[in-house]
């Protein structure tokens, strides 16, 4: 299989013989949703093992072929035990409506595990809707969600910016890009660039002031100046697994803007409160910077 285009979103669903039912009726809801949807089995009530078809659908969902899964069985448990064992998979076990936003929106789960024998169809097929329907708070929970997965040192991590003046709100991004991966590059704007981005005044640092106080940083591995305002030739340049940006955007807001290709995994770090750029200029010159 190929890895998932973000904008078709698919969802691969496994049951044993207890959910066989429940599986056709959820595939049903997301396929009329408009999910592509790929039923791996069982097809009959037969009697199956259920952690062969977790073990599949996790398996799918930890290379990156499906953005989500389903998995079903009498009471969920044995699925999420076994889709749990792959380092990629985020499944939730979840009986009620509550616990189905929640594990989307502060967990990020990427594979829902239901229970044929604990509600009645309607109310699983609700807890699907619910759960398929709610966004990642990704703002907030990125940095818990990733410390439950083990980085692969072989990654490299990009992190564009200006940086005109590091402050602890900058230093919390870069420590939490460096924990994702083997080696973090920090890419800045050239003085050029940064004109042209903020105006005039700006920078205040110089970007050999800049590269060099990133240099100190132990989590830095390497820094690089580009001359651009737009981040995807440096993209290009450096080819990182995956770009860390700080801010208010969502990631699928950030690959459209910026028009970074599907393959490359995109992590926003939320604004640390009390720290920015902004913020700091003011504090030592009285005044807001124009």
Known sequence: MTKENPGQPIVVLGADHNGVALKAA???????????????????????????????VGQIVHNGDARWGVLICGTGVGMSIGANRFSNVRAALVHDLATA??????????????GAWVQPEEVNLEIARRWFAEKFGEFRHVPRVEKTKQADRAKVVFAPGIFDAVHAGHVKLLKFAKSLGGKLVVGINSDRATSELKGEGYPVNSEQDRKAVLESLDVVDEVIVFDDVKIRGVIDQVRPDIVVKGGEFTADQVRERDHIPPEIEIKIYPLVPGYSTHGFFEKISGRPKT
């Open 26 to 56: 959820v595939k049903r809801l997301l396929t009329d949703a408009g999910f592509s949807c790929v039923d791996i089995g069982p097809y009959d009530e037969a009697k199956v093992d259920y952690t062969d078809f977790a073990r599949t």
């Open 101 to 114: 936003g929640k594990s989307r929106e502060h967990n990020d789960a990427n594979v829902l595990c239901l």
